[in-house]
């Protein structure tokens, strides 16, 4: 087991990454929540029944009495509905200020329950126990909580960081083959940013057995979480400009994903076309080398991430839906650009009509 902390003073944690933890849980848990006794164990109706039931034994072997909540698989569920089912079973359970969640499941679950431990009784711990490769190695670490609306992707939220970050990266070997590789979006797009050393491990993980190479696995796991773990570290709230760059390929990914239908197109291949564009905006507003821009988009055909943009969506529809983005600040967007691989910086150069043509040159 590989230890990865995040520095956030008061609010610093640990992120656990290895194999066979979850018959673990309860111990790690305690731990870190020493007094607690009543917790929600938030999951949905696939990771439920792989999971669920040795996650609820683990935290009672350590004292705790839990709550299974089970929410619908997929986006749908990430929605204020959603929110407020859970807390509502919460409180018809008795929970109350003394208690804490966890969240068990993938990027899905862990904004939703997290959301909803951040309003619950104005804010209790969670602990966030990810299922797949994109929330392991990103959304289950940072403190990033939130569902979507009709409107764009992660409108409604707040920052409310987790106590703990069990990453077993056995429960990798459980997805089908698309939703282990849309995870390696954010691997690559980490590599892009900040270690361009990393891609060699991720070319030699490209085709292994979903899952497999466990020791290769947990060090690639690891190393993005220490990338992410320092950005946050320094850039908690994304106010220095830093943690925004954590955004790369994300505001046009996140358009398409909405004019997609939330469900239609996986988050890392909504992020992967992103990242393409992104590619191609950088070559044109920083210089950056057409060949690097190759070796990120090789690394992203390896994974069988699409690279062209489906006609039923068009990119009025994926402007429309941009436009509404978090990122837009007084009417004018964040962008993440490289001007090398490992190097990525925040431009506020890339305008609308440069954004729409890399979208067209998606098709």
Known sequence: MTEVPVHLSERSYAVLVGSDLMDRVGEQVRRVLPEARVCAVVTDSTVGRLYGERVLTSLRRSGFEPVLITVAAGEPSKSMVCVEDVCRHMIRAGMDRTSFLVALGGGVVGDLAGFAASIFFRGIPYVQIPTTVVSVVDSSVGGKTGVNTPEGKNLLGCFHQPRLVLADVDTLGTLPRREYNEGFAE????????????????????????????????????????????????????????????????????????????????????????IVAALRISEDVVGLDAGASEKVIALLRRYELPLRLPASITTADVMAKLSRDKKFMAGAVRFVVLRALGDAVVSRDVTMARMEAAVDGLR
């Open 187 to 274: 691997i690559i797009k980490h590599a892009a940013i900040r270690d361009e050393a990393m891609m060699e491990l991720i070319e030699r993980l490209a085709g292994a057995e979903v899952g497999g190479r466990t020791e290769a696995l947990v060090a690639l796991v690891a190393r993005n979480v220490a990338i992410k773990a320092a950005i946050v570290a320094a850039d908690e709230h994304e106010t220095a400009g830093l943690r925004a760059l954590l955004n790369f390929g994300h505001t046009i990914g996140h358009g398409i994903e909405a004019s997609a239908g939330y469900g239609q197109l996986l988050h890392g291949e909504a992020i992967s076309l992103g």
